[in-house]
């Protein structure tokens, strides 16, 4: 396999550095990189169970030759320093319940027709699921797709919670945990690329997404998914098609009110 070699040096620098942090904490399961296109823009969508598992999720990425750009929260590109390396690696500002959310979409539909990856976490937020399948998502993935009409790669994680447990803080890194993160076959959207961009088609897309990452998952944990995902908004596990998210006009363009109260933000959320 071979490393990315992204052109910022600040990226390279970066990766110099968590990446041997994460061999010396993980032993890693990976499987289905011959599935991760050789070239052109692809979106690469995760389940999201921990706050560590995008740093574990993009180490998986890099290995196999990409790069990824992550769709992160605007108000983490106004930090110090953090905002900096934000900036000089590439990420994608999404401005949440603003007007301008838009702009999100369209840079990450730039960013994936200029032949990148564009790593997203279609859920929005560490999954609400009390046995970390999951949930409902919401319908940035498909938008993404839809425009861009690049392939969208379904990636399934497990293992990163015994790093750090879902809505926890305490890390703990030894003994080194097995940790799986295993890609599928591109999920096929062609037939829906030229019918109207409704709800119904946002969620048919969507659903297709996260019906392809729990199946992976399925196969990791060696067991069968419950029937429907939760519903982040009730706490319900509800069947799939009750449980569609409603219409949104732009990427993770809603509030997190259901987040509990000890979930610290996460910058990939």
Known sequence: MTIAHPASRTYRAIAAVVRP?????????WRGGEHLPSSGGFIAAGNHMSNI???????????HGHAPRVLAKASLFTIPVVGTLLLRTGQ???????????????????????GSCVAVFPEGTLTRDPDLWPMVAKTG???LALEARVPVVPIAQWGMQ??????SKRFRPLPRKLVSVWAGPPVDLDDLYDRPRDAA?????????????????????QE??????????????????????PEQTTTENEPDSTRPSGDEENPHD
């Open 141 to 143: 993935v498909a938008r």
């Open 224 to 245: 069968k998914a419950p029937e429907g995902r939760v519903d982040p908004r009730t706490g319900d596990r509800v069947p799939q098609r009750a449980a569609d998210a």
């Open 201 to 221: 088609t946002l969620h048919e897309a969507t659903n297709r997404v996260m019906d392809a990452i729990t199946a992976l998952l399925e196969e990791i944990r």
């Open 53 to 63: 598992d995008p740093l574990t999720f993009a180490h998986f990425l890099y290995d």
């Open 92 to 114: 994608i500002p999404v401005l949440r319940n603003s007007s301008a959310a838009a702009h999100s979409l369209t840079t990450g539909v730039e960013a994936l027709r200029e």
């Open 162 to 167: 015994n790093i750090l447990p879902q809505y």
């Open 21 to 29: 942090f994460l061999f010396s904490i993980t032993k890693r399961d």
